[in-house]
């Protein structure tokens, strides 16, 4: 069987599993977090310093280490952390990878911070790859992944401190005119499915990147989702137009849960991310930084930055290995204009 061949066989498989969960996911109906506009959203993806890939982060899980992340992000008035983890580090030891995982959300509930996990990563470098999940193991009969959802979404599927789950990292398909895309998609929505059938009730993301991407995507989405990348503020603002296009056309609301290129030189970034997250906040969409610390991983070091930054250098951390704000961010220190709902309670 060629390899074509066996991506139309599980594309079919998966087509039917999920067929059978379409009926909970249409009436299923979140009733946490769910909220028209996101522009209070202030946030940060986390990479753990001391993880090269995913697996990492929660193989060697420091607990102590985790909650000084929250206090990190909590300096500059976080309100959400978006926590990556992934099938390959839970099916080594699902019981203790669930329980760091557990406890890292509520390391992060402490900082009066809400979590958005993040189930998968679909996003791979060419050279000092993060992890992830990958076509290649989209086959016949997978059944871990749904184990693997299960066991994380059904004890925290009725949290307070769940703002929203986020199925994928970049999912790659912009259409489904092939058959691997096809089965991404189709992969993707018995995820969802899943999230569903274990009684979830916060809405479902998808970090998807722009146009076709999110477009393809939508119908799986409560909240549709963004990660502008471009390099000057007319780009931005250009990208912010061509969001709204989309949140009208599928009325949904419209969130970021990735964005802000990196540099080298810490005075582009920080006027970067000034306008970032001034723009974004004001379109309404929050904005949510890639990535909290300087650490290991590709991006998160200056000797491994990858392609998407300022210069072609994507060295992406807001705060040092030591802990402190990159020059030029101190603004971030600043109280904001807009506060999270759960915060306007208080």
């Known amino acids: 069987m060629t390899r074509r061949d066996t991506l139309k066989t599980a594309a079919s498989l998966v087509v039917t599993a999920a067929s059978g969960l379409d009926s909970a996911v249409a009436a299923a109906k979140p009733t946490r977090h769910v909220y028209p506009d996101y522009g209070w959203l ?15 982060a929660w193989w060697f899980y420091d607990g102590a280490k985790m909650r000084e992340e929250a206090a990190l992000a909590k300096q500059v008035h976080a309100n ?5 983890i992934e099938l390959t580090a839970w099916i080594r030891d699902p019981e203790k990878v669930t329980a760091n995982f557990l406890d890292a959300v509520a390391a992060i509930a402490e900082s009066g911070m809400k979590v958005m996990p993040c ?6 470098d060419t050279q000092y790859d993060y992890g992830g999940t990958y076509v ?16 994380l979404v059904t004890p925290l599927a009725n949290d307070d401190r769940i703002l929203i789950w986020d199925l994928c990292n970049e999912p790659q398909a912009h259409d489904l005119n092939s058959p691997a895309n096809k089965l991404e998609f189709d992969f993707l929505q018995a995820i969802g499915a899943t999230i569903r059938e274990c009684g979830a009730q916060q809405p479902i993301t998808i970090g998807t990147m722009s146009g076709a991407n999110i477009e393809t995507y939508a119908p799986l989405m409560d909240v549709l989702c ?17 969001y709204k296009e989309i949140q009208q056309r599928h009325a949904k609301p419209f969130l970021v849960n990735e964005c802000i290129p990196g540099c080298l030189d810490d005075a582009k970034r920080a006027e970067v991310a000034r306008y970032y997250t001034s723009q974004l906040s004001e379109a309404g969409f ?9 650490g290991l991983a590709i991006s998160t070091r200056r000797d491994r930055y990858d392609g998407n930054g300022i210069d072609g250098q994507g060295f992406h951390p807001f705060f040092t ?8 961010l101190e603004f971030l220190t ?12 208080k």
Do not use: T
């Open 286 to 294: 929050g904005w949510m930084g890639w990535a909290l610390r300087e």
């Open 119 to 124: 189930l998968f990563n679909r996003w791979h």
């Open 80 to 84: 959400c952390i978006r926590l990556w």
């Open 334 to 345: 600043e109280k904001p204009k807009l506060a999270a709902p759960w915060e306007e309670k």
């Open 226 to 242: 963004g990660h502008p990348y471009e390099h000057d503020p007319k780009a931005l603002a250009a990208k912010i137009v061509s």
């Open 136 to 151: 290649e193991n989209f086959r016949p009969g997978w059944k871990q992944p749904l184990d693997y959802v299960k066991a």
């Open 42 to 56: 202030r946030g940060f993806s986390i990479i753990p310093p001391w993880a090269a890939r995913i697996e990492d």
């Open 321 to 328: 290995k030591e802990g402190k704000l990159r020059a030029g």
